[in-house]
């Protein structure tokens, strides 16, 4: 996905770095980008991309970073232009941090895209408006932006991208959404309409709702996220 050349007024998080780490990417064939939440960092998100990556190594991290460490002002919730041009441009930097993994000679379906609640909002939302097969999406306590979500709108998005039947876009991609049943910010019904979305465009959703647990990532969805980065290579 390339960025080409928007005006800096409509990019405000395109200048800004792309922390890598783990293995280098000359050196590995699969790799993890992991997108931080409102108000912290890539380097933060790097942090929880080192705890779930294996011991021994062997995997790429990439996080983008949000300009003044926001990708978009209002909740996620509100209406998709209230959120411009934050939103298309975190989407772009999360579509920038794909494509440096795969420009590098790995390859889709051994990329997982991550991130939590800002994060995870522009993960599962990039990976819904550019549906392919990638080695996983991991969404923990976020879900698709927008006021509202139609599983229709993104099927005909998926149709209009490509000749290939839009029921099969994910191409069995394993799809993780964690969140709390009383997050402050993630309305669970949100959730479960993420994973219809997801399972529509033939993604393989796991979706795990944690009785109490409020806005942050338990030791489960830790473990789930270790077991698909593991998985790719």
Known sequence: M????PHASDD???DEELVTAGTPLAETD??????HGRGATARSIVGFGEEVS???GGVALLAPQAAANTWYPN?????????????????????DAVATATDAGI??????VAGFSQGACLASE????????????????GGLIGDSVTVDDYIADAAAGSDADPADALAGTPAFLGCSDVDPHIPEE???????????????VETRIYEGMGHGINADETEHVSAMVAALS
Do not use: I, K, M, Q
């Open 2 to 5: 390339s960025r080409g050349a």
């Open 12 to 14: 405000p998080h395109g």
């Open 30 to 35: 699969a790799a993890v980008v992991l997108v």
């Open 54 to 56: 294996p011991a021994n």
């Open 75 to 95: 909740s996620f919730l509100a209406p998709v232009e209230e959120n411009e041009p934050g939103r298309s441009s975190g989407l772009r930097a999360v579509g």
């Open 107 to 112: 390859p889709p379906e051994r990329v997982l």
């Open 126 to 141: 990039f990976v819904a408006r550019n549906p392919r097969e990638y080695g996983g999406l991991a969404a923990l306590s």
């Open 190 to 204: 949100r959730v479960h309409e993420t994973a219809a979305v997801l399972e529509a465009l033939g993604g393989d």
